[in-house]
Structures are given as structure tokens and as C-alpha cells.
């Protein structure tokens, strides 16, 4: 008797994304890879008693989801502290902040997130000033949705010996009212003020906040996902991690990028566990690039540009990192062995990325597959650059809907045509991705957002940019895969690789695009073992 498999999806629509064999009706598994794709009649010799068949009843199956970058431990916390992302004015905030201190013992931190000033009826940041009325004897700290700056109440100020006399520190900034107090609102690094104060997440909370955001990913059908700003968080965030994939709390395949701020140098190299670098680890955890802030947020207006924004004229945003401090930091990464991965927005941030890209690694950098992530306000001459470099860009189409509206008002209608493009970027490697718990981030709506370009007040967002729907698919599978270099092993459905694959309701290729975030999961699998069904 031949190899009989554990796992086989039959009666579907199989679009593998392969070119050798791009569709088929049924797949077979074993021991975590797929041992065959074809016809129902080639597949089903390889089906015995100990099988797992799972009937797609007509469904369309294709290879898992991969977000090459979005936050899994920050969205899990999101799923159980104070959740602002629907929030519409400061009323809400200070509401939602309310019922968690009516179930918290006085003295206990308050956290959260996911405001959105631009979605606030009052189109501004909330204050310590509307939030000590509801939190007199809490500290309360919310974090914007983009991450780079975040809302604190007087308790937590206090904590945190946040006063008038407080400088600002490099690369942020505490904003004052007109008498020199301090707001609440901490920019960029000043927000590590607080966050230093913050009592740490103990094992099992982080453990629990994973398993949430595990259990809604696997709902939304990603198999893999690059958590981009790992080790930061919680003191023992990688332990969680490991514990959280080993009894199956979390169960995709996991990237950690680690925070560049948490390497200690010695010896002129980063002083990493005994030398690990980017690749070790496991097919299901595994050290991913490192991660380096160079600017901050286009909605926040601390993302750094060339020309200053068009509201407010005065302002051109912020470097994070002196250019020559950047240069060193990938110096030493690209040394030890690491991938680097750079959170670049602005124009001014990418050019300085790619100056350090090109001095640091020369004209074949593609060899070493640097990212910039967001690549958000990308000029034609630093795109022909990222081109020739070929520099992988991971980028995030739902900011087009979610924030959009927000960077017409910020970048003014002139820059539009080089926000956030796509399009043009043919000929890049490129990775579609969510950020969240910035934005939404199922990736059909991701999809569908590349697909159409549209705000969320139905305003175009230069719908010439947008991608195909297979360039899409292909972005979120193979260009995230190969971000993280996984190609071999992720990103489309071929014997060898990994069985990691999601079963739709409906082909998206017959779909309406504006229909396309609709379209249900059915069942998600990892390495034939199916996460979720329906």
C-alpha cells in the first residue's frame, strides 16, 4: 500500500497560484505538506481510513493568507483592553474608558487604543483634561491607532514625572497647551516616558492576548503572519510566543521581527542570544528581520517629508534616527547576519532608508532582501531607485480606505498621485500587509482595497494605482512569503510545500471587487490540520 494522506480538500475550486498547474480540483497532505494536487479521481486513491476529508462543496481554495506585517500581540491586547477603533468623539473615548474603570480596581493601569483623531467629531487628539473625570483614581494610557504617539491622563503623567519642566526627548515630543502644560499627548519617543512606568504583562496575559488574535486570524484566513515590533511589549514576549505556538493557542506560522531598541551593542555587533539572527528558529517561530523606526505617521503628521505638509504648512514631520545613527544600526545588523526592516512613511525617511540600503549593501542589495515598510509617499525618483535596488516594499492597501481621507487632508491633492502606490510599482518585490491593529486586518478587505482604491467617504484614491486582483492574491501569498524567505516553502499550493491553504465561499475572481471583503471563510488550514471551520 502506497502513502496514504492525513489531510485532503476535495470537491473545490483549487486556484494554487502556480504557474506549472494553476488550477485543480482536489489536494492531498501528509505529514504537513502537500503530497499531491490534480483531479478529484488522481487524489482520491491517496484517501484511507485515517484521513481528514474536508468537502470545500464548491468552494474556492487558495493558499493561506500571509500578512508580512501587522502586530499580533498589540491586536490581541486590542481584543480584551479599552478598543477605540470605532470611536467617534471624545465623548466615546472617555465613555469606553469609563466601563473599564467601573470593572478596575482603583490604582490599576487603564490601557488601550485604536483612536483616531481624524475620525472624531471634534478632529482633535483627547487630553488628560477629558479623561481625569472619568479616571480620578486610575492611570490611563491610550495609544493612537497609528502607534506613534499616544494619550495620557494626570494619574499616569504623575507616575511617570511628566511635569512643565519636562524636556523633550530626541526624536519626540510632549505636547503643551498655551501656558506650557503638558496635554497628555506624548509624540514618537516621548511616549516611552509612560511606557517605562507600565507595569509589565505577565505570562499568562500575553499568552491570552496571542490566542485571541490567533483565533480571529485564523477566522480571517491567514496561515502566516510577521509580527513587525517584537520584544518590546512584555518581558517575556518571546517565551509567550513560544509557549502560545507549542500548545496550540496561536496557530499560524509566526515571523518575529525584533525591536532594534532592544539589542544591547557589544563588540561592534548586535548581543543577541549567543549570535541568532534572522532565520533561526522553527516552521512554525522564527526569528524574522530587525526592525528599525526612521519616521512616524502621515495621520499624526510625524512622518518625515521633503516639503512640508499641506496642513499644517509648517510642519515637515520628524527623523527618528540621524541618518548616520541609521547607517550604523544597519551596519551592524547586516553584519551579524540580519535581514533589516525599516519603517519608512515620508519621502525624506525612504530616501535616507535607501541611501543606507545602497552604502551599506552595494548594488546587489536585493541578495539580502532590506525592506521598507509602508513605503507610504514614494516619489518617482525614489521608486526607480527601490526598482534597481530591488529593495522589497510592505505595504498596506486598507490605510487607502481607513486613513485615506486623512492623508488627502494631510499631503494635500498634489501628492495623492505618489501615496501609497501600487501600480507602479510593477517590477518591485512588494508584500501586501495589514498593520493592525492600525486598520482592519482581514485580508480580504486588504484585497479589496488594492483592487479599488477607495476612502471610507467613497472618495477615489487614484484607482489608476490600483492592482489586478491575481497581483493582489499574489502580494498577500508569494510577495509575503518571499519577504520573509519563505518562498520555497509558502505562498502557493505545489507538492513539497507547506499545506497551509483557505477555502472561500465564492471566487473571488467572479466577484464583484466592491463585493470581494464579503466573500465568507469557510475553513482555514496549517499543515493540513484545519484551524478553523465554518
Not at 503530497?35 to 478529484?40: D, P
Not at 500581540?73 to 479599552?82: Q, T
Not at 478596575?104 to 483616531?116: H, L, M, S, V
Not at 507610504?376 to 510592505?394: A, H, K, N, S, T
Request: hydrophobic letters at 45%.
Amino acid at each position: 500500500m502506497g502513502i496514504q494522506a492525513d489531510f485532503v480538500v476535495r470537491n473545490a475550486r483549487i486556484r494554487t497560484l502556480s504557474e506549472s498547474l494553476p488550477f485543480a480540483e482536489a489536494l492531498a497532505a501528509w505529514r504537513g505538506r502537500i503530497l499531491a494536487v490534480g483531479r478529484e479521481e488522481e487524489i482520491a486513491p491517496l484517501i484511507g481510513p485515517g484521513t481528514r476529508v474536508l468537502d470545500a462543496d464548491g468552494g474556492t481554495v487558495l493558499p493561506g493568507f500571509h500578512d508580512a506585517h501587522c502586530h499580533i500581540l498589540l491586536f490581541g491586547l486590542s481584543l480584551v483592553e479599552v478598543n477605540l477603533r470605532e470611536a467617534q468623539t471624545i465623548a466615546e473615548v472617555a465613555a469606553a474608558v469609563a466601563a473599564h474603570v467601573h470593572r478596575t480596581p482603583p490604582g490599576k493601569w487603564i490601557r488601550g487604543g485604536g483612536y483616531n483623531e481624524n475620525k472624531l467629531r471634534e478632529r482633535r487628539h483627547p487630553t488628560r483634561h477629558d479623561l481625569d473625570p472619568v479616571s480620578p483614581q486610575h492611570p490611563v494610557w491610550l495609544s493612537h491607532i497609528s502607534g506613534h504617539m499616544g494619550v495620557a491622563n494626570s494619574q499616569a503623567l504623575a507616575i511617570a514625572g511628566i511635569t512643565r519642566e519636562t524636556p523633550d526627548p530626541p526624536g519626540g515630543r510632549i505636547v503643551r497647551d498655551a501656558d506650557g502644560e503638558p496635554t497628555g499627548l506624548l509624540l514618537e519617543t516621548a511616549q516611552e516616558l509612560v511606557k517605562r512606568v507600565l507595569p509589565p504583562y505577565t505570562l499568562e496575559d500575553t499568552k491570552a492576548a496571542l490566542a485571541a488574535a490567533g483565533r480571529r486570524m485564523a477566522e480571517e484566513g491567514i496561515t502566516a503572519a510577521q509580527d513587525a515590533w517584537a520584544g518590546w511589549i512584555a518581558p517575556e514576549e518571546f517565551r509567550a510566543y513560544q509557549e502560545a505556538v507549542a500548545e496550540g493557542l496561536l496557530p499560524q506560522r509566526v515571523w518575529l521581527m525584533v525591536d532594534v531598541e532592544r539589542l544591547a551593542v557589544r563588540d561592534k555587533r548586535f548581543d543577541f542570544a549567543f549570535g541568532l539572527h534572522t532565520g533561526f528558529g522553527s516552521d512554525r517561530l522564527r526569528l524574522g528581520a530587525i526592525k528599525i523606526f526612521i519616521d512616524g505617521s502621515l495621520i499624526g503628521r510625524t512622518a518625515a517629508l521633503r516639503r512640508p505638509y499641506a496642513d499644517p504648512p509648517d510642519a515637515t514631520g520628524m527623523l527618528v534616527k540621524a541618518p548616520q545613527t541609521l547607517l550604523e544600526l544597519i551596519r551592524l545588523a547586516h553584519a551579524g547576519g540580519w535581514q533589516v526592516a525599516m519603517h519608512a512613511i515620508g519621502d525624506r525617511a525612504i530616501e535616507v532608508a535607501l541611501d543606507a540600503i545602497e552604502e551599506v549593501m552595494g548594488p546587489e542589495a536585493g541578495r539580502f532582501r532590506p525592506r521598507i515598510e509602508h513605503c507610504g509617499v514614494l516619489m518617482p525618483d525614489l521608486l526607480e531607485r527601490i526598482r534597481r535596488l530591488q529593495v522589497v516594499v510592505v505595504t498596506q492597501p486598507r490605510f487607502l480606505y481607513e486613513l485615506g481621507d486623512g492623508f488627502r487632508i494631510a499631503l494635500g491633492e498634489e501628492r495623492m498621485r505618489w501615496t501609497y502606490p501600487l501600480a507602479s510599482m510593477r517590477g518591485v518585490p512588494v508584500a501586501l500587509s495589514s498593520d493592525r491593529p492600525v486598520v482592519d486586518g482581514a485580508p480580504m478587505k486588504g484585497i479589496q482595497a488594492a483592487v479599488v482604491r477607495r476612502t471610507q467617504s467613497g472618495t477615489p484614491f487614484v484607482p489608476e494605482e490600483a492592482f489586478t486582483l491575481e497581483e493582489a492574491l499574489r502580494a498577500y501569498t508569494i510577495g509575503a512569503a518571499y519577504a520573509a524567505f519563505a518562498e520555497a516553502e509558502l505562498g502557493t499550493l505545489e507538492p513539497g510545500r507547506w499545506a497551509d491553504l483557505v477555502v472561500l465561499g465564492a471566487d473571488p475572481f467572479e466577484t464583484d471587487p466592491e463585493a470581494l471583503e464579503s466573500i465568507p471563510i469557510r475553513a482555514t488550514v496549517v499543515g493540513g490540520r484545519v484551524v478553523y471551520e465554518s
